[in-house]
T-cell receptor, first 113, second 116 residues
Framework: DTGVSQDPRHKITKRGQNVTFRCDPI?????LYWYRQTLGQGPEFLTY????????KSRLLSDRFSAERPKGSFSTLEIQRTEQGDSAMYLC???????????FGPGTRLTVT | GNSVTQMEGPVTLSEEAFLTINCTYT??????LFWYVQYPGEGLQLLLK?????DKGSNKGFEATYRKETTSFHLEKGSVQVSDSAVYFC???????????????FGKGTKLSVKP
């Protein structure tokens, strides 16, 4: 148990639809990260939060993507007007302020048809 | 920019064989280095880490030494088991000075298959 749950685990949607994923830390963690992993590749950083503040966004995070962490606990990642290229595993990870390690959730696998 | 390069797979070994998965990195400053493992159908798990030069990370019989002079962090295990079959990812985290956000940069992963 990594202390992170993600919902849903799988999502199939049609191109052009909006989707929202949720990440729930089981315990409090200062930093929360979102990554995207496509088939055969390592995870790529999308964005991160320190408490409720979104402090960094990668160039991968187009205007169609938005993320929130309203109370500094759970986080949501929304993709508007999905495209086939958005098909990937979306991973949430937690990190303590003082620690080095990041602990990953099981991910949400998105398939855009 | 910072990057991680690891040997391409797949790697197929017989049980009890010696394993080496090469990983080299490019980074400014003093990154921390990690190996993560992804077993079939499961999420990413931290396998081991090293936070400064010459540190050796170890876990479950796996070891990796942070070599700053060769910018490497090769993963080794003396005797692999069928249960070690998984995808292994090398990753770096930028150093914490200079306001780094601490996100991980991953290699592409190396798939290991161990045959009985």
């Amino acid at each position: 148990d990594t202390g992170v749950s993600q919902d849903p685990r799988h999502k199939i949607t049609k191109r052009g639809q909006n989707v929202t994923f949720r990440c729930d830390p089981i315990s409090e963690h200062n930093r929360l990260y979102w990554y995207r992993q496509t088939l055969g590749q390592g995870p790529e950083f999308l964005t991160y939060f320190q408490n409720e503040a979104q402090l960094e966004k990668s160039r991968l995070l187009s205007d169609r993507f938005s993320a929130e962490r309203p109370k500094g606990s759970f986080s949501t990642l929304e993709i508007q007007r999905t495209e086939q290229g958005d098909s990937a595993m979306y991973l949430c990870a937690l990190k303590d302020r003082l620690g080095y390690e990041q602990y990953f959730g099981p991910g949400t696998r998105l398939t855009v048809t | 920019g910072n990057s991680v390069t690891q040997m391409e797979g797949p790697v197929t070994l017989s049980e009890e064989a010696f394993l080496t998965i090469n990983c080299t990195y490019t980074a400014t400053g003093y990154p921390s280095l990690f190996w993560y493992v992804q077993y079939p159908g499961e999420g990413l798990q931290l396998l081991l880490k090293a936070t400064k030069a010459d540190d050796k990370g170890s876990n479950k019989g796996f070891e990796a030494t942070y070599r700053k002079e060769t910018t490497s962090f090769h993963l080794e295990k003396g005797s692999v088991q069928v249960s070690d079959s998984a995808v292994y990812f090398c990753a770096l985290q930028e150093g914490n000075y200079g306001g780094s956000q601490g996100n991980l940069i991953f290699g592409k992963g190396t798939k290991l298959s161990v045959k009985p």
